[in-house]
């Protein structure tokens, strides 16, 4: 039997006492119990090793690593201490092979540490090695039901492996183990976001903001709902208060930016991404992607398109980055080479570039466009000069033809041929053709063109994912386009379902035409003939507007913020004809049709079939 001395046995009393002080949330008055016991027995391990731990909750993770890091030493067979440890240098950004060789020395010392293995499912996870992680993890849960870190870094794997659908489900598991820890109610909105499921998200966030008033984080998570449901402008009132409370938190900076971009405020977003800037660091191509789109929406060309190629390294831009075993063109002289140019984008966004194509023809040898078959197809018949085809590159992005010596990305020639807005001024326009035969039968099926406008109306994308579809109408919604005017509508709306052409086709009998032997999504050149015969096109921010502009025909085009087609301007400087309009951001786009309605009625006060009878040659 030990028996413990006097001295010996104060030095416990005072241990006990400073873990209770430490349990209670008191963390100096623990220090100074574990500081008292130091001064008397400098090498004692067990105070070392507490008194590093209240470091790290305070928020001194050097410190706190100093202080264990000589607990290791006094008592080098004591596995809590390199879980501690461990957890200190995770805190200081520590690699995860630091981490597991800390992991498993404590693992060795004693098999069911709890925290040592929780750190080694982690350092797991970051290694990519996530069956083995989710083995830990789930052992873990299994000895210990009411772990709550256990049931947080399997969510955590879990969306690592892109498993959001099941990570939400340990992360709501977490929130009833401890509903009083925020970091659980933003992991679980994050999963949801993920899964694009807002509605869920917004009730959950809802009671997170109730639970934590003032909770910088909690607030930067509601920002980022309802930034991705295109609520610009309750966005921005959760990103200001999450970024004037964290004013040096990046992150939050990229939301409140893009936040007040999408709201239409131009100078503040700038402002704002410009401290993102500051704050992020230097290789974050995020925040240059993001500063980009501001400099560009508020007319500055020069250093808008200096950044914009960063969307290649920002992973949610979703482009494609193709490979190639040439370089890339950078001005030089070209009068001998075959040059391949090659979108990243979608279809819209290779139209619109594709008004530059004429100029770079010109400085060429040869050229080629890579697109999707029928975006080759409708590019070959505009510039038959080149040669059109459908993108060659395997599963990694890498071309499989090499018949060229250059290629250059079609958003990219911006950099030659569109540097300022008043190069915008000199363009040609328009620069791509169709079928004049195709589109005049298509107008002589449409009784009364002579003496009436011929308008055609799109309302829509085929996605209509609910963060899209805030900008978008329905076909009742913009019904009063149609009932507004005596004129002839034709459908141009790609992907219209039954419903919606019935609906039109009851209401409208004599005025609403569906050429239903026009496929207006894989056929652009059917597309752009029927276009072509309309004095006036209403459409939503699609690739239907972008054929409108293609072709110089008026249009409206209604939609969100758009900086790299509108460039700081009321209206793109791609197309001259076009017209952009922006719905209300606080009320339903249907309650914004008056005022398309206006426009187009001012529009078409003086109409005359000249312009579109010029257009096709009548």
């Known amino acids: ?88 240098m995770m805190d200081v950004g520590a690699e995860a092979e630091t981490l597991l060789a800390l992991s498993n020395k404590a693992l060795s010392l004693n098999p069911k540490e709890r925290e040592a293995r929780n750190i080694k499912g982690i350092a797991l996870t970051r290694k990519g090695e996530h069956q083995e992680a989710e083995y830990i993890f789930q052992g873990l849960i299994v000895d210990f039901p009411d772990y709550v870190d256990a049931y947080q870094n399997f969510g ?35 999963a ?23 909770n910088s984080d909690v607030e930067h998570e509601a920002a980022r709902l309802l930034f991705t449901m295109n609520e610009s402008r309750k966005s921005v009132k959760y990103a200001e208060m999450a970024f004037s409370s964290d004013p040096r938190n990046y992150h939050k900076a990229i939301t409140l930016g893009v936040s007040y971009l999408m709201n239409g405020q131009a100078a503040e977003s700038l402002e704002t991404m410009k401290l993102a800037r500051k704050y992020a660091p230097e290789d974050n191509r995020t925040v240059d992607w993001n500063l980009s789109l501001a400099y560009l929406a508020n007319g500055d060309l020069t250093n808008g398109w200096a950044l914009h190629k960063a969307r290649f390294e920002d992973k949610s831009t979703k482009v494609h980055d193709r490979k190639f075993d040439v370089p890339a063109w950078e001005g030089e002289d070209i009068s001998d080479k075959t040059v391949l140019v090659w979108s990243d984008q979608g279809l819209g966004d290779a139209l619109r570039a594709g008004t530059m194509l ?33 993108s060659a590159m395997d599963k990694d992005l890498r071309s499989t033809l090499s018949d060229y010596d250059l290629h250059a990305n ?13 190069s915008f001024r000199r363009a040609p326009c328009p620069v791509f053709s169709f079928e004049k035969e195709r589109a005049r039968d298509y107008l002589k099926r449409l009784p009364g063109h002579e003496n009436k406008p011929v308008i055609g109306i799109s309302w ?18 913009i019904a009063p386009v149609v009932a507004s005017r005596d004129a002839i509508f034709v459908n141009l709306q790609y992907k219209a379902i039954d419903k919606e052409i019935a609906y039109f ?42 054929m409108a502009g293609l072709l110089n025909v008026p249009s409206i085009r209604f939609g969100q913020q758009e900086a790299a087609l509108n460039l700081g301007q009321k209206n793109p400087p791609w197309y001259p004809s ?18 398309i309605i206006k426009e187009m009625d001012r529009q078409l006060e003086s109409w005359s079939p000249d312009r579109r009878n010029e257009r096709l040659g009548l």
Do not use: W
């Open 460 to 477: 829509r994308s085929k996605n209509l994912a609910a963060n899209r579809a805030r900008f978008y109408l329905s076909a009742p919604d």
């Open 192 to 214: 949801r976001l993920k899964m694009k499921q807002f509605e869920p998200s917004q009730y959950e966030l809802t009671e997170a903001l109730e639970r934590f008033p003032g």
């Open 578 to 595: 076009m017209t952009y309009m922006l719905p209300y951001t606080d009320r339903p786009c249907a309650e914004f049709v008056p005022e």
């Open 1 to 88: 039997m030990t028996v413990q001395t006097a001295p010996q046995k104060k030095v416990l009393e005072k241990l006990l006492k400073g873990l209770n002080y430490q349990k209670a949330g008191e963390l100096e008055k623990a220090q100074r119990c574990y500081q008292q016991v130091l001064k008397k027995i400098p090498n004692h391990p067990d105070a070392l090793n507490l008194l590093g731990v209240t470091y790290r909750q305070l928020g001194y993770p050097k410190r706190a690593i100093d202080y264990i890091q000589r607990a290791v030493a006094s008592n080098p067979k004591e596995s809590s201490f390199y879980a501690n440890l461990a957890r200190a």
């Open 410 to 422: 079609i958003t990219d020639l911006v950099d030659f041929f569109r540097p300022d807005l008043e």
């Open 358 to 390: 004429p100029e770079l023809i010109s400085r060429a040898g040869k050229v080629i466009v890579e697109l999707s078959d029928k975006g080759a197809q409708f590019f070959q018949y505009s510039f038959p000069q080149t040669l059109c085809r459908r």
């Open 156 to 190: 955590l794997l879990l969306m690592e492996a892109d498993q959001a659908e099941h990570a939400v489900n340990f992360f709501t598991k977490a929130v009833m183990l401890q509903p009083d820890n925020a970091n659980n109610f933003i992991q679980r909105a994050r």
């Open 505 to 546: 086709q009851n209401s409208f009998p004599e005025t609403f035409n569906c050429f239903e032997d026009v496929d207006l999504f894989d056929d652009l050149l059917g597309a752009a003939a029927l276009t072509a015969c309309c004095d006036f096109v209403v459409s939503a921010n699609t690739s239907v507007a972008d």
